[in-house]
Structures are given as C-alpha cells and as structure tokens.
C-alpha cells in the first residue's frame, strides 16, 4: 500500500500563510506520511520542517520549487531529496531572488498606474520573508484592503499575464535548474504542468529538454489538475519513463482548493517517485 505522500506544499517562507512548523503539524493531523516542504526558491525552511516532522512522526523530504523561464512561460521545477546545503544548489537559488525585488517595484508602479496606489508596502506586511514578495502577497493586500473578493479574482483582472500588474522576468534556464538540484543529490520533477499556457508542441519540447538535461519526473496528481489533466499526464509520464508525484501545492486553507495530504492517488501502474526518495525524517511506518 503506498503511503499518504504530499510532496509540493508551502510556507512562509516564500509564499505559504503557514510556517514550516504549521504546515508540518496539518499535514501530521491530516494523515500525511510523506511530506516535502518546497518553497519557492527557497530552502531557509527545511531544518524547522524536518525537526517538526520527527516530532510528529511522519516522514519529510527536503525540498524546493524553482522559478524557471521556457518559451516565455514560468514554469516550476520541484527539486525532491535534495542536500538543502549544497553550495552550487544555494548559489542557483540566489541568483533566481536577486530578480525579485526589482520585479517587485515593477509591478507596483504598474498598479499605481490604474489606481492602486501603496500596494508595495501592503505586500510586505504580507511577506514574513522580505527577499521573497510575488504576486500572492499583492494579492492578499488587495483583498484585505477590500478591492477584491478573494485571491483568484485580483489575479485574473491584474496579476496574470496580459493585465496591468503583471511583469514578465526571466528566471532560471531549464537546464540550470535541473543541474541544481542533480547537483544536490536529487530529483528534479515538473511541477503541476496542466497550468503551462504551452501549446502541445511546446509542451513536447519541454519534456524533451527536460529529461535531456536529467530531469526524471512529473506531478501527475496536483491540486491544480483537473481529471483530464491527471489522464493526459499519466499518459506522458508512461510514454517517456517518468516517475509519478503527487502533490497538493498548499499555500493555505482559503487559497488551495485541496487541503495536504487530501489530493487523488496516483495511477497504480505509474512508479510513484517516493520509490527513489529517503525522508530526512523517516517515519517508521512508511510503506515502500
């Protein structure tokens, strides 16, 4: 039987509302066995998660999820077991942060410019890590300031691509993501693919340059995948070979439409990657 694993989830230390030792302790209550903490170009909550995790008895996987630029496209790279103290991985990491808080003022300027005004300094009060604002912590200031209903809604009139807050970046290179995390000892996965505006073309030489450059696995099963989604990403995940994840990506109760440890299983003929992953805190308890 193969455990309740949720191998995606958030903090606060990038973009999550819960801290690394919250996030821990919801999984443990929701029956989570197998978690990864994988915040966003960011591993400073590792340690806290993975002395949290031995605590509650369940078993944690280092881990990170890396801003990447394809075809004009973000895309996120999940690093899973990965030494969150390799140097060539921290220095990557780095390099994708430094682009942040310029592209941070960016988008308030273009805010102020439609009438948004102070919306930076919202943001931060938001963003418990300074180095770390983004587009969810904008959001969040605008509906607290009662603009907006909710999260969804202030991305799909100002924050996705095409409306007035949005600032496109370059981030990392594919191939420099992938190298991080092999660098570090683990396995590079392509995060919830079904919400990549790539056409099917572009989405084939996504998985051709990923897996050319070493990476070995897909979330098939994602809080962001509809039915349809999990049956077309099986299908490519059998097709070329790669490892199945499954994941919830929380970031916080009123945000993620799935909660940790509450996503479908995995299709069984799929060979699940937490087959090739060992837990910095292994819990007894896991079946293989």
């Not at 989570?32 to 591993?43: I, K, Y």
């Not at 607290?144 to 007035?164: C, H, Q």
């Not at 989405?203 to 809080?223: I, K, N, Q, R």
Request: aromatic share 6%.
């Amino acid at each position: 039987m193969s455990p309740n694993a949720d191998l995606h989830c958030h903090s606060t230390v990038s973009d999550g509302w819960l801290t690394p030792t919250e996030v821990v302790r919801r999984a443990a209550a929701n029956g989570v066995e197998l978690l990864a903490l994988t915040d966003h170009d960011e591993v400073g909550g590792i340690d806290e998660a993975v002395a949290v995790a031995h605590e509650c008895g369940i078993g944690l996987v280092p881990g990170v999820e890396i801003s990447v630029t394809f075809r004009d496209e973000t895309i996120h790279v999940v690093g899973l077991g990965i030494d969150h103290r390799n140097a060539q991985l921290l220095d990557g990491l780095a390099q994708v942060r430094s682009g942040r808080e310029q592209r941070a003022q960016a988008m308030s300027d273009a805010l102020d410019a439609v009438g948004l005004h102070g919306v930076l300094a919202g943001a931060r009060r938001f963003a418990r890590n300074p180095a770390m604002v983004g587009r969810a912590h904008f959001a969040r200031h605008i509906v607290a300031s009662g603009l907006m209903p909710d999260v969804g809604t202030v991305f799909r009139y100002y924050l996705a691509r095409g409306k007035p807050g949005f600032v496109p970046h370059v981030w990392a290179r594919l191939e420099d993501a992938v190298g991080w995390i092999r660098a570090a000892g683990g396995i590079a996965v392509i995060a919830h693919p079904g919400r990549y505006r790539l056409s099917a073309s572009d989405m084939e030489a996504l998985f051709d340059g990923f897996v050319a450059c070493g990476g070995e696995a897909l979330e098939v099963v994602s809080g962001a995948h509809a039915d349809s989604d999990v049956l077309r990403f099986a299908s490519i995940a059998r097709r070329r070979g790669l490892l199945a994840s499954r994941a919830s990506d929380f970031h916080g109760g009123s945000e993620s439409p799935v909660d940790l440890g509450r996503c479908d299983p995995l299709p069984p003929d799929l060979v699940p990657v937490w087959s090739r992953l060992r837990a910095a805190a292994p819990a007894a308890h896991l079946h293989s």
